[in-house]
């Protein structure tokens, strides 16, 4: 499945220390599009070991993410608006 990771790190009470690893972790499955946002093709079973490991990281009460997920990356589209990254990330239309 495709998936799309946005985030939202509060950086009060140690948040760079969550900060970096919420990246970290991202960045092992995912490709990084721009400042706190992934995205790429993962098995239904890597993305609950995701979530699993985003879970051990995340303050309920500071902190925010938003996963999108769709069975097919050709449903969506891309648009960029400023700068065309489209080299710099995935296969993603």
């Known amino acids: 499945m495709y998936v799309i990771i946005v985030y939202d790190i509060s950086l009060e009470n140690k948040g ?18 721009q400042l706190s946002v992934f995205e790429g ?4 079973a890597k993305l609950a070991k995701l979530k ?10 500071l902190d925010s993410i ?9 449903w969506l589209k891309k648009e960029y608006l ?7 990330t995935s296969a993603f239309f």
């Open 41 to 44: 093709e993962l098995t239904p």
């Open 82 to 88: 400023g700068q065309d990254l489209s080299e710099q």
């Open 52 to 61: 699993a490991e985003l879970n051990q990281y995340i303050r309920d009460d």
């Open 16 to 33: 760079a220390r969550v900060l970096n690893r919420v990246f970290k972790i991202c960045k092992k499955y995912l490709t990084h599009v």
């Open 66 to 74: 938003i996963i999108f997920t769709n069975q097919r990356s050709e």
